[in-house]
């Protein structure tokens, strides 16, 4: 289970996303709202990647604000439009990550089969398409045992047999490791396999409980 807890997140004091109180146990959840709602700006802080006011922790007490090394090691954050050193390969890339959070080889080789990463691993990341890089963000996302996975829309440039495996490996983290995923998506998700728990739409600078259609 993830707590959100008194999170607010300002730039040059304006005032972006505010959440009092908030608690997602494992299973998938979308994160919906407009371009410039704040969603973004919410994983990002979420992940560590930006500071916010408030705290986030996991059930046994690791938190965004009391223990940041440990709370980052739990969380994965696939972005919206990746971005690599162009000089890298993927094969670079995720073994560097895989070896930072203790991935098992067996682990690697599956995700990099299973998103087709395998075909151009060698090759560096300035010759990958938008689609490429999409499936490299999000083979990086799943190695480890990551607690808490925040995937920015991550259906973007998808073809369908990479969104079926996508909803497959989501569906097995939560099954098997409990993980909480939060997604942003344009796209219909209620339309795919993937199981929602509950919907939430970022407002006025809230997140409120939605219905997922």
Not at 53 to 61: I, K, R, S
Request: with cysteine.
């Amino acid at each position: 289970m993830v707590k959100i807890i008194n999170f607010s997140k300002r730039f040059s004091g304006e005032l972006i996303v505010d959440i009092p109180i908030l608690e997602l146990s494992s299973g998938a959840y979308w994160i919906k709202g407009d371009n410039g709602a704040g969603k973004t700006t919410f994983f990002r802080s979420l992940a560590g990647l930006i500071p916010c006011a408030g705290d986030v922790e996991f059930e046994d007490g690791v938190s965004l604000k009391h223990s940041p090394i440990q709370y980052r090691k739990r969380v994965a954050y696939a972005e919206a439009e990746p971005l690599f050193p162009p000089y890298l390969t993927s094969k670079d890339l995720l073994s560097f990550v895989a070896k930072a959070r203790n991935s098992a080889p067996v682990q690697l080789q599956l995700l990099t089969k299973k998103f087709g990463i395998d075909q151009y691993r060698e090759k560096s990341c300035a010759t990958y398409s938008s689609g490429m890089l999409k499936k490299l963000s999000l083979a990086i996302a799943f190695l480890g045992s990551p607690k808490l996975i925040i995937l920015d829309e991550p259906l973007i440039t998808l073809d369908e047999n990479a969104q079926t495996i996508l909803t497959a490996i989501i569906e097995e983290y939560i099954r098997d490791q409990q993980a909480t995923i939060l997604l942003s998506s344009h796209h219909l998700l209620e339309n795919t396999e993937l199981k929602i728990e509950k919907s939430f739409t970022i407002k006025d600078k809230i997140l409120i409980a939605s219905d997922p259609a």
